[in-house]
């Protein structure tokens, strides 16, 4: 399958500051790419939709100014989470469709928020 | 009701036990039936692609689709420890969208 690269795997940050999470996709070219989200014992929810040279797309009740993403080139998506506070601790994961339907994921990012 | 329903877990079977997984969905759009395999603290791995209705077999996995029930399993046959995982199913409309997947059944395989 696809190679999705994510980056960092596990962050650790004070409260108040920002934390920039990289999605890679090193196989393919990717004009969209997706973020989800995932808390514990819960299943994935979609946050967004990373769309190459335009906005991205959120879904309903996801702050667009909390969670910045620029899909700066056709392999790489960023997902910025600003001004961090504990409940924004959770499991973040892109992933990057290929063909009709199939999507391929990144390892994921735990962020832990003191 | 929730687009995909899946049965709730924790699901645990002796080593070399048939495992049954299941899912059911309400959207008669859904096309493509994909499960995934997501271990501790990792993303999911696409495990079978099913499109439409019928069986899927690759190794001891089995995906089956009846879009007449809208109804999904995933058997598991000769279960390793290794299967241990949470399985989520995710069925899918045509074109290239977000996935919606179930909340997904985590299997405890026993050595």
């Known amino acids: 399958g696809a190679v999705v690269s994510q980056h960092p795997s596990w962050v650790i940050c004070k409260s108040g500051t920002s934390v920039k999470i990289e999605c890679r996709s090193l196989d393919f070219q990717a004009t969209t790419m997706f973020w989800y989200r995932q808390f514990p014992k819960q299943s994935l929810m979609l946050m967004a939709t990373?769309?190459?040279?335009?906005?991205?797309?959120?879904e309903q009740g996801v702050e667009k100014d909390k969670f910045l993403i620029n899909h700066a080139s056709l392999t790489l998506s960023t997902l910025t989470v600003t001004s961090a506070h504990p409940e924004d601790s959770s499991f973040y994961i892109c992933?990057?469709?290929?063909?009709?339907?199939?999507?391929?994921f990144g390892a994921g990012t735990r962020l832990s928020v003191l | 009701q929730k687009e995909v329903e899946q049965d709730p877990g924790p699901l645990s079977v002796p080593e070399g036990a048939i495992v049954s997984l299941n899912c059911t969905y309400s959207n008669s759009a859904f096309q493509y039936f994909m499960w995934y395999r997501q271990y501790s603290r990792k993303g999911p791995e696409l495990l079978m692609y099913t499109y439409s209705s019928g069986n899927k077999e690759d190794g001891r996995f089995t995906a089956q689709v009846d879009k007449s029930s809208k109804y999904i399993s995933l058997f598991i046959r000769d279960s390793q420890p290794s299967d241990s995982a949470t399985y989520l199913c995710?069925?899918?409309?045509?074109?290239?969208?977000?996935?919606?997947f179930g909340s997904g059944t985590r299997l405890q395989v026993q050595p």
């Open positions: 990373s769309n190459e040279g335009s906005k991205a797309t959120y």
């Open positions: 995710a069925p899918s409309p045509p074109g290239r969208r977000a996935l919606t």
């Open positions: 992933s990057v469709p290929v063909g009709e339907n199939i999507q391929y």
